[in-house]
């Protein structure tokens, strides 16, 4: 042996990232009794040398259990847990603490071995998880010099690694001193900070670096001397522990490269990504070749997780979710991304997912392989000789496994090797759980938004409409895009688009509050300021009802809107917004105009600012664009240039809607989408004067006989004879009770539409209401005979009183019949 330096080193310094002068030791004998003690060993347990020294290791170590000998017990937790793994040891004040643990077993000169037991406090190691790696489990994995010294130093026990750390074979080690067994001036200074253990009584820890020839090269070292402890305390020994500093120092920089690495991998939401990136990864740090493999529900966060012990009943699907190779092509993997991966119940894959423990074969010469001949092919031809699988869990949830192979790195992977997979993937796991919740968050509420949305737009015959509704891209989630079309009474339409502030399931849940509120407020025929004025009420109940406790303020829920309302028989279309950006109005000649409407307050802000309307009068074939700002904002780009593109695109009169919105909205394409896209185009169209009938009838009795013998009349020239006796009913009704509770003129008016509606108005402002008549009332049952003859009524309000309406079924067979002009009131 060759030490060109020596030093003495407290712990704390240079090695201490090695962890071995914390690491308590236990000597062992093959029928499990403890033979030697430290005071590292004292510190972690409890236990002094004279509570445990030739007592069993079950004292200590429970799962030791009832085997029959120290063999047996190593044999026995390589075969359920692999080895060296975690485990639990037994305080003295009875707690159990969990410890990373590795039995070496050493061969003395007559053949008698010993089990050397190191253990590394676990819980010192949960708060860096790389850093924790760098230190106690680095000592379990990584290969260890053990010399165990009597307390004249004389070798009387030690490991096969001990030869590779220091060069000098076991038949001249055992039985002599070091200085005995290598001649070096730098040895004596060696025995004398093993004496300095041996004579201090408590135990010490000296650490020194030399530079020692191998194979490899000249490697440092770090030595740790532990006082080893008899049943009465006595000194009985020396212990000593060396690890390669090189090798340390290499294990530092992977997992460096790891940590890096693993927090890009968290930047992206998306599970392929996330995936392809964990191969990328993984080659050439680890490995030559590397697949990911997910169950199938994963990138779609579908489905329930699968658990660790399940697999048994139902075996997972999993697909190929990132690759990555040495070699262009990568031809080691016979599927491609995105496809199914078939899994034999002998393979490790099975193994790893029914156990969800990593597995390890450093030479690739088992039946699983030669049992699938395509398989075996391709492990033969591309050269791989070792393999790693990883399961990738988080909880007890897998979802999925990591394949690590060599192919042209001759090494076969080691325990550090697996080590520093499992680190790798244990950080990726925590990235793609993120993505796999965010992408089942995403899709729900994705499905919610597309269900809350109108799956069939109905204009009737006022308006002609197209839509499109892109939902942003994964990294932003699901937006609270809304749009509808209400058809009114009297032929009349509401169109609405809404955006509620915000992504994912919270935004597609208050939409659909949203849309439903508007679909109520639309029914009361509302105007559009007074719909606003309703919904911004709304919303800011919902943000009082998201408040968690009583003493926060109300949190904000905001929403904008634009609310329309077109009537065809006067071409009059009134808007109201609420901080949405304004329409853009084609018309038919293409001149595009954003008209300037009051901008008003978004929802939920509580300004209590009025919202005002604005009445347009539009020719008929008009096309109307109501939108989102993801139809025209961009990153880095001014709204008005957006505005701009969408008028350009909507300039073309002769082109159908869907055409129109097929062109709106390419404007965006190629661009990073960060919020919803939503496009509501609106053609409007007139009621013709023959569908149409008008009359002004006086406020007298004589109103009730005129009404119904006009409107009879009117249903004549219109071919609708059979719906003559009960719309002469409904007449009758609505103008007396226009009569009896108003005063002044009264209007009355037929419109054919696809249905038949009367309108009666008068200036009374107060709505009518239906009550229950009893048998001895005279009257109280006109509103009740309405409604039996319509499919439906109801009243709205208008400027200088009210308008009460029903509408009636047009009978299939009958057609529309034009007329010139209509019937005259008597007298007029």
Same mark, same amino acid.
């Given at each position: 042996?060759?030490?060109?330096?020596?030093?003495?080193?407290?712990?704390?310094?240079?090695?201490?990232?090695?962890?071995?002068?914390?690491?308590?030791?236990?000597?062992?004998?093959?029928?499990?009794?403890?033979?030697?003690?430290?005071?590292?060993?004292?510190?972690?347990?409890?236990?002094?040398?004279?509570?445990?020294?030739?007592?069993?290791?079950?004292?200590?170590?429970?799962?030791?259990?009832?085997?029959?000998?120290?063999?047996?017990?190593?044999?026995?937790?390589?075969?359920?847990?692999?080895?060296?793994?975690?485990?639990?040891?037994?305080?003295?004040?009875?707690?159990?603490?969990?410890?990373?643990?590795?039995?070496?077993?050493?061969?003395?000169?007559?053949?008698?071995?010993?089990?050397?037991?190191?253990?590394?406090?676990?819980?010192?190691?949960?708060?860096?998880?790389?850093?924790?790696?760098?230190?106690?489990?680095?000592?379990?994995?990584?290969?260890?010099?053990?010399?165990?010294?009597?307390?004249?130093?004389?070798?009387?026990?030690?490991?096969?690694?001990?030869?590779?750390?220091?060069?000098?074979?076991?038949?001249?080690?055992?039985?002599?001193?070091?200085?005995?067994?290598?001649?070096?001036?730098?040895?004596?200074?060696?025995?004398?900070?093993?004496?300095?253990?041996?004579?201090?009584?408590?135990?010490?820890?000296?650490?020194?670096?030399?530079?020692?020839?191998?194979?490899?090269?000249?490697?440092?070292?770090?030595?740790?001397?532990?006082?080893?402890?008899?049943?009465?305390?006595?000194?009985?020994?020396?212990?000593?522990?060396?690890?390669?500093?090189?090798?340390?120092?290499?294990?530092?920089?992977?997992?460096?490269?790891?940590?890096?690495?693993?927090?890009?991998?968290?930047?992206?939401?998306?599970?392929?990504?996330?995936?392809?990136?964990?191969?990328?990864?993984?080659?050439?740090?680890?490995?030559?070749?590397?697949?990911?493999?997910?169950?199938?529900?994963?990138?779609?966060?579908?489905?329930?997780?699968?658990?660790?012990?399940?697999?048994?009943?139902?075996?997972?699907?999993?697909?190929?979710?990132?690759?990555?190779?040495?070699?262009?092509?990568?031809?080691?993997?016979?599927?491609?991304?995105?496809?199914?991966?078939?899994?034999?119940?002998?393979?490790?894959?099975?193994?790893?997912?029914?156990?969800?423990?990593?597995?390890?074969?450093?030479?690739?010469?088992?039946?699983?392989?030669?049992?699938?001949?395509?398989?075996?092919?391709?492990?033969?031809?591309?050269?791989?000789?070792?393999?790693?699988?990883?399961?990738?869990?988080?909880?007890?949830?897998?979802?999925?496994?990591?394949?690590?192979?060599?192919?042209?790195?001759?090494?076969?992977?080691?325990?550090?090797?697996?080590?520093?997979?499992?680190?790798?993937?244990?950080?990726?796991?925590?990235?793609?759980?993120?993505?796999?919740?965010?992408?089942?968050?995403?899709?729900?509420?994705?499905?919610?938004?597309?269900?809350?949305?109108?799956?069939?737009?109905?204009?009737?015959?006022?308006?002609?409409?197209?839509?499109?509704?892109?939902?942003?891209?994964?990294?932003?989630?699901?937006?609270?895009?809304?749009?509808?079309?209400?058809?009114?009474?009297?032929?009349?339409?509401?169109?609405?688009?809404?955006?509620?502030?915000?992504?994912?399931?919270?935004?597609?849940?208050?939409?659909?509050?949203?849309?439903?509120?508007?679909?109520?407020?639309?029914?009361?025929?509302?105007?559009?300021?007074?719909?606003?004025?309703?919904?911004?009420?709304?919303?800011?109940?919902?943000?009082?009802?998201?408040?968690?406790?009583?003493?926060?303020?109300?949190?904000?829920?905001?929403?904008?809107?634009?609310?329309?309302?077109?009537?065809?028989?006067?071409?009059?279309?009134?808007?109201?917004?609420?901080?949405?950006?304004?329409?853009?109005?084609?018309?038919?000649?293409?001149?595009?105009?954003?008209?300037?409407?009051?901008?008003?307050?978004?929802?939920?802000?509580?300004?209590?600012?009025?919202?005002?309307?604005?009445?347009?009068?539009?020719?008929?074939?008009?096309?109307?664009?109501?939108?989102?700002?993801?139809?025209?904002?961009?990153?880095?780009?001014?709204?008005?240039?957006?505005?701009?593109?969408?008028?350009?695109?909507?300039?073309?009169?002769?082109?159908?809607?869907?055409?129109?919105?097929?062109?709106?909205?390419?404007?965006?394409?190629?661009?990073?989408?960060?919020?919803?896209?939503?496009?509501?185009?609106?053609?409007?169209?007139?009621?013709?004067?023959?569908?149409?009938?008008?009359?002004?009838?006086?406020?007298?009795?004589?109103?009730?006989?005129?009404?119904?013998?006009?409107?009879?009349?009117?249903?004549?020239?219109?071919?609708?004879?059979?719906?003559?006796?009960?719309?002469?009913?409904?007449?009758?009704?609505?103008?007396?009770?226009?009569?009896?509770?108003?005063?002044?003129?009264?209007?009355?008016?037929?419109?054919?539409?696809?249905?038949?509606?009367?309108?009666?108005?008068?200036?009374?402002?107060?709505?009518?209401?239906?009550?229950?008549?009893?048998?001895?009332?005279?009257?109280?049952?006109?509103?009740?005979?309405?409604?039996?003859?319509?499919?439906? %009524?109801?009243?709205?309000?208008?400027?200088?009183?009210?308008?009460? %309406?029903?509408?009636?079924?047009?009978?299939?067979?009958?057609?529309?019949?034009?007329?010139?002009?209509?019937?005259?009131?008597?007298?007029?």
């Amino acid at each position: 042996m060759t030490i060109d330096s020596i030093q003495n080193v407290t712990a704390g310094n240079e090695f201490d990232g090695l962890d071995i002068s914390d690491t308590a030791v236990a000597l062992f004998d093959e029928l499990g009794t403890v033979v030697g003690w430290t005071q590292a060993a004292e510190r972690l347990v409890g236990y002094g040398a004279g509570d445990v020294v030739g007592r069993s290791a079950a004292l200590v170590v429970p799962s030791f259990g009832t085997a029959v000998t120290t063999t047996a017990f190593v044999e026995r937790c390589i075969a359920e847990n692999g080895w060296p793994g975690a485990t639990a040891v037994r305080h003295r004040d009875g707690h159990m603490v969990d410890v990373s643990m590795r039995i070496t077993v050493l061969r003395g000169q007559d053949g008698t071995r010993r089990w050397l037991a190191s253990l590394t406090d676990g819980g010192a190691l949960s708060g860096d998880v790389l850093s924790g790696l760098a230190r106690g489990p680095l000592l379990a994995r990584t290969p260890i010099g053990v010399v165990i010294r009597d307390p004249q130093l004389r070798c009387t026990f030690a490991n096969d690694v001990m030869v590779q750390h220091d060069g000098i074979p076991a038949d001249r080690r055992l039985g002599r001193r070091l200085t005995e067994a290598a001649r070096d001036a730098k040895t004596e200074a060696i025995e004398a900070l093993m004496r300095q253990v041996l004579q201090g009584g408590a135990t010490k820890v000296h650490e020194y670096r030399a530079w020692l020839p191998t194979a490899q090269g000249r490697h440092p070292f770090a030595a740790a001397y532990h006082c080893l402890q008899g049943a009465d305390g006595e000194t009985m020994g020396v212990c000593v522990i060396s690890a390669d500093v090189t090798e340390n120092r290499r294990m530092r920089e992977r997992l460096a490269t790891i940590s890096e690495g693993s927090a890009r991998l968290g930047k992206t939401l998306d599970v392929m990504q996330a995936s392809q990136g964990l191969a990328d990864l993984a080659v050439p740090l680890l490995a030559d070749y590397a697949a990911v493999d997910l169950e199938q529900s994963v990138q779609f966060g579908e489905g329930p997780a699968v658990h660790v012990g399940t697999t048994a009943e139902r075996a997972p699907v999993l697909r190929r979710a990132g690759q990555a190779s040495i070699h262009p092509g990568i031809p080691e993997s016979p599927w491609m991304r995105g496809e199914s991966v078939p899994m034999s119940s002998t393979s490790p894959f099975a193994t790893v997912l029914r156990t969800g423990r990593p597995y390890l074969e450093q030479h690739l010469d088992r039946p699983w392989v030669e049992a699938r001949p395509a398989l075996a092919r391709r492990f033969h031809e591309n050269g791989m000789h070792s393999l790693m699988v990883v399961p990738v869990r988080v909880r007890r949830a897998l979802l999925g496994v990591v394949m690590f192979v060599r192919t042209e790195n001759p090494e076969p992977f080691q325990e550090t090797d697996l080590l520093l997979a499992e680190a790798l993937v244990n950080r990726a796991a925590q990235s793609l759980d993120n993505a796999r919740q965010y992408a089942r968050e995403h899709a729900a509420a994705l499905v919610l938004q597309r269900s809350l949305l109108p799956r069939r737009l109905k204009g009737g015959t006022a308006v002609e409409t197209a839509s499109r509704y892109l939902p942003a891209d994964m990294d932003h989630g699901v937006g609270g895009d809304w749009f509808d079309v209400i058809p009114l009474s009297g032929a009349r339409v509401a169109f609405v688009v809404g955006d509620v502030v915000g992504h994912g399931l919270h935004a597609a849940a208050t939409m659909g509050t949203l849309r439903t509120a508007v679909h109520t407020l639309a029914d009361m025929d509302l105007p559009p300021d007074e719909l606003l004025t309703q919904l911004d009420n709304t919303v800011q109940r919902l943000a009082e009802e998201d408040c968690d406790a009583s003493d926060q303020a109300p949190g904000a829920v905001g929403a904008t809107c634009l609310y329309a309302v077109y009537d065809p028989a006067t071409r009059v279309c009134t808007m109201a917004r609420a901080g949405h950006l304004p329409p853009a109005i084609v018309d038919p000649q293409g001149r595009v105009t954003f008209p300037d409407l009051p901008g008003g307050s978004p929802l939920g802000i509580g300004l209590g600012d009025p919202f005002e309307a604005v009445e347009l009068e539009l020719p008929e074939g008009s096309l109307l664009a109501l939108y989102t700002d993801g139809l025209i904002e961009t990153r880095g780009g001014d709204i008005e240039d957006g505005m701009h593109r969408l008028g350009t695109a909507l300039a073309q009169p002769g082109r159908s809607l869907e055409e129109l919105c097929t062109r709106a909205t390419a404007t965006i394409s190629g661009q990073a989408s960060y919020d919803d896209v939503t496009l509501l185009l609106v053609r409007t169209r007139a009621l013709s004067p023959a569908q149409v009938a008008a009359w002004t009838l006086p406020g007298d009795q004589t109103a009730v006989r005129d009404a119904r013998d006009l409107a009879a009349r009117q249903l004549t020239a219109w071919g609708l004879n059979a719906l003559e006796d009960s719309m002469k009913l409904i007449v009758s009704e609505l103008v007396t009770n226009a009569v009896r509770h108003s005063t002044g003129p009264i209007r009355l008016c037929l419109k054919q539409h696809g249905v038949l509606t009367c309108e009666v108005s008068d200036a009374d402002t107060c709505a009518p209401r239906p009550r229950r008549a009893r048998t001895t009332d005279e009257n109280g049952r006109g509103l009740f005979l309405v409604a039996q003859m319509s499919r439906r %009524w109801g009243s709205r309000s208008v400027s200088g009183g009210k308008v009460v %309406w029903a509408e009636q079924d047009i009978p299939a067979a009958s057609g529309p019949r034009s007329s010139s002009r209509s019937p005259q009131p008597s007298g007029a």
